[in-house]
């Protein structure tokens, strides 16, 4: 399909009907979970084709085997020791983390390269009621070492969760689920290592809704205590990327992007062109987010900790603290303090992720610059303004931090750049980290089953307790596996090539740059604790469709 601006455009008549029959067929429904927009129904050319369901159902090959042989071997057998969840896993590949999930080492590190790297945030000052003291600081790092002086060096890092603070917990079968309200302080203690030294817990406070004492944990209390802590973090993060930086900042936010490309650009609008395989299956893969997962009886409503209403406000909540211009890479890296390798030397997510970043920036510059040749180009491409401006209109896309008017060619390849960071590497991230660290289910349940201990001391029996209960747990694995199974297409590879021999010429380019950018990420990989294989290009799919 030959690219045209509209105002070049030689059928503008076909391509006015066209897009007319699209603003008819994409319908936004702001009723269903208000204000997010959702489309509702989704139109018939966007449903799975059937290669992608064929491959879909082949990658679940090994899961109901698993299920029915854990089923089998644990059913009738209540689980009394923690190493009893790697039988859920008969089948399936073990997940790495299970030789190492308590070590402290491991559950630092799962802040830097683990599912949720957007939570931890270095600190440049303390914040009201900081609530660790330099006696907490001293027992994990050593004596004589002081808060204040670690600060000045920027080396303390805060983990809370904000978004948490309103889930009271909901039920599955009579049973009641809790959930933790952690938040945890770090330390980034430098060494001549290869990788230049080692994030450290210094110490977790669970703030105590029951009232009283609101614990504070550190390394040096009973192993089982300062497990439990490390379990409310591993908990709280769970649900926070799940419902948050996963559903809400990557499908929710994305959503109306995919939408109003198809109801503004014309099918052969140079930036549709470039879009369609990044928002291919998207809209499909969110309504069946919202029938299947976000309903009564669905997973969130059984095994994430809140009930289906709590649960549901956190995505709006997270939904509308998002806002566009502050969701470029660099930008987020900037906002957490964690952008400066001087300071923080490892960082899996800022150091691939900006390689990542960097080649879809020059990539998505050397196209749009193909056909925006001057000012006049975009200042005459009505439909570009029409989509800038129904993404930000109230009863269109609702998107905060879009400009209503695109004034230059550089701010639109940060914005197109940012929608395809989104929905390429940072949910394909996210989305299949998942499975390493969360199919072990003691490395990283959604929820406690039994009241949070409001005192130190408890035992192995307690923790039991605590943990997810057999179906919980099956479930947990169960749907890991199927949000992370199955990996479409590979960033930069598309279904059909550009028409226009030099778009096809850019394109090539990029896939060339990022092979190189998985030759670094290999490199990198080589001298890190655990390889962090999650941005890798050859990981990576072009579109939010699992």
Not at 430 to 440: K, R, W
Request: net charge negative.
């Amino acid at each position: 399909m030959k690219p045209y601006l509209p105002q070049h455009e030689p059928d503008p008549i076909d391509r006015k009907n066209w897009l007319e029959k699209n603003q008819t067929d994409y319908k936004f429904d702001f009723n269903y979970l208000p204000p997010i927009p959702l489309l509702t129904p989704v139109p018939e050319r966007e449903r799975l084709s059937a290669e992608y369901m064929a491959r879909r159902l082949a990658s679940f090959a090994n899961l109901v085997p698993n299920m029915l042989a854990a089923r089998d071997r644990n059913f009738l057998d209540p689980l009394d020791e923690l190493e009893e969840y790697e039988e859920l896993l008969p089948v399936l590949p073990k997940p790495s983390v299970i030789k190492h999930y308590k070590a402290d080492w491991c559950f630092a590190e799962q802040r830097l390269s683990g599912i949720n790297p957007q939570a931890i945030r270095r600190l440049d000052e303390f914040p009201e009621d900081f609530p660790f003291t330099n006696e907490h600081f001293g027992q994990a790092v050593g004596a004589g070492h002081r808060l204040e002086q670690a600060l000045k060096e920027g080396k303390l890092y805060l983990l809370n969760y904000p978004w948490l603070s309103d889930i009271q917990g909901g039920t599955f079968r009579n049973l009641r689920k809790y959930l933790p309200k952690p938040q945890a302080l770090f330390y980034w203690r430098s060494d001549d290592s290869k990788i230049g030294g080692s994030l450290i817990p210094v110490a977790i406070q669970n703030l105590n809704e029951a009232g009283g004492e609101h614990l504070i944990y550190t390394p040096v209390d009973d192993p089982l205590d300062w497990f439990l802590a490390k379990t409310y973090i591993q908990m709280a993060d769970a649900n926070h990327q799940e419902l948050g930086t996963h559903f809400a900042h990557t499908h929710a936010v994305m959503a109306p992007f995919g939408a109003v490309t198809v109801r503004q650009l014309g099918e052969n609008h140079p930036l549709a062109l470039l879009l369609k395989p990044h928002f291919r299956f998207m809209l499909l893969d969110n309504e069946l987010g919202r029938t299947q997962f976000l309903q009564p009886g669905g997973p969130t409503d059984n095994f994430i900790a809140g009930t289906l209403e709590e649960s549901l406000n956190l995505v709006v909540r997270a939904y509308n603290e998002w806002s566009l211009d502050q969701a470029a890479l660099p930008t987020i890296l900037q906002n957490q303090k964690m952008d400066d390798p001087a300071i923080l030397p490892h960082f899996p997510f800022r150091d691939d992720g900006l390689l990542v970043w960097n080649a879809i920036h020059q990539f998505v510059t050397e196209y749009l610059r193909l056909y925006y040749k001057s000012s006049l180009d975009l200042s005459e491409d009505y439909e570009l303004q029409n989509w800038a401006r129904e993404l930000v209109a109230r009863d269109g896309g609702r998107v905060k931090g879009m400009p209503e008017k695109i004034e230059t060619v550089g701010q639109l390849i940060e914005i197109v750049t940012t929608v395809i960071f989104i929905c390429a590497p940072l949910h394909s991230c996210l989305n299949f980290a998942q499975y390493e660290y969360m199919t072990f289910v003691p490395n990283m349940p959604y929820a406690a089953y039994h009241p949070i201990p409001t005192a130190k001391g408890i035992d192995l029996a307690t923790i039991m307790k605590i943990v997810p209960p057999f179906q919980q747990a099956a479930d947990q694995i169960l749907w890991t596996h199927i949000l992370t199974a199955f990996q479409y297409d590979k960033l930069g590879f598309y279904e059909e090539e550009f028409t226009d021999p030099s778009a096809q010429e850019v394109l090539l380019k990029f896939q060339q740059n990022l092979q190189q950018v998985e030759r670094q990420i290999e490199i990198h990989n080589q001298i890190r604790p655990v390889p962090y294989n999650y941005l890798k290009p050859s990981q990576i799919m072009n579109s939010i469709n699992t």
